[in-house]
């Protein structure tokens, strides 16, 4: 199995969460994602910091992942960027 | 009817003036054009690839700055017209050059020294070694010397890198631009340092720089989608 770099492993949280109707909590995103629990944590914690997803409480204090617009913009560019880094062998 | 050669070798103040707005412009629309790809990204390659833009604008900003003062008061050497201006000019110009051509090489060889950015201090270090060397010693042989180090340098990282590249099946003329990129530069900063050495083909050696660099642009929209 190829090994995943680090755009496409953050590429594939947020298409789940965008395949998910855009609303999903931490643990089955963490699951889905395919990566150890410590990595998963980890870049949990960077999309959040670079503003990719926003983590939301509902009433019953259960909490929520859901795509930013920043998030969206991510995904709509992501086939740019890779082919992007690929002409310049970046 | 004035001879060709003497007619290449006075481009003037407007050609000069045209040449540098356009790769000024160039590179800037390269620089501005992946912002934001590098901030969705947060890419190393992409961010070492837009410096070295960025810095190639810096540099040729300093350049025609020389080139101006050289050509207005008919100087043969910058360090001639005024110590202080010269220089500075002279040492922001190299120190800049220098670093684009560092850059662009580390956008191409991050991965393979494991991303460790700490190497970029060392190339600016040398940038300053090269850049002070250049303003303390009036001579061409070391001129030569130091661009021959860059030159020798930058083919051996895309050596490398071409290499490294050569499994894939895809076909990328990347490198044949970056090379003529490379060695058209040393022209321009051989140029400056040396004025009288390619006096003959300087409109020769700005219509190529001029193509290359429209060229890279011309690639970075195509795959930027820019508008």
Known sequence: ?????????????????????????????????????????????????????????????????????????????????????DEFEL | MMPPMEYFSNLGFGAETIYSFVIIICSLMIYYGTRELYELSSYKGIKYFRQAFLFFSIAYFFRSSIKFVLDYFNKRNILDF??????????????????????????????????????????????????????????????????????????LIFYISHQDQKGKKKKNNLYAIYGLLFVFWIFNVINILIPDFFQNIQLFIYLISLGIFLIILYKVLKKTGSD
């Open chain 2, 82 to 155: 005024s110590p202080g201006f010269g220089q500075f000019s002279l040492l922001f110009f190299m120190y800049f050059s220098s670093m684009a051509i560092f850059y662009l090489t580390y956008s191409l060889m991050w991965k393979r020294w494991n991303g460790n950015s700490k190497k970029i201090y060392l190339f600016h270090a040398l940038a300053v070694i090269i850049s002070v060397i250049s303003i303390l010693q009036r001579d061409n042989i070391v001129y030569f010397g130091m661009n021959l180090f860059l030159l020798v340098y930058a083919g």
């Open chain 1, 1 to 85: 199995m190829v090994k995943r770099g680090k755009l496409e492993i953050i590429r594939d949280m947020l298409y789940i969460i965008k395949e998910e109707s855009n609303l999903i909590k931490p643990t089955p995103l963490l699951r889905k994602s395919n990566i150890s629990s410590a990595r998963s944590k980890e870049y949990f914690s960077e999309l959040i910091e670079k503003g990719f997803i926003r983590e939301t409480t509902d009433k019953k204090r259960e909490k929520f992942i859901s795509l930013t617009d920043k998030g969206f913009k991510f995904l709509e560019k992501y086939r740019t960027i890779m082919d992007f880094i």
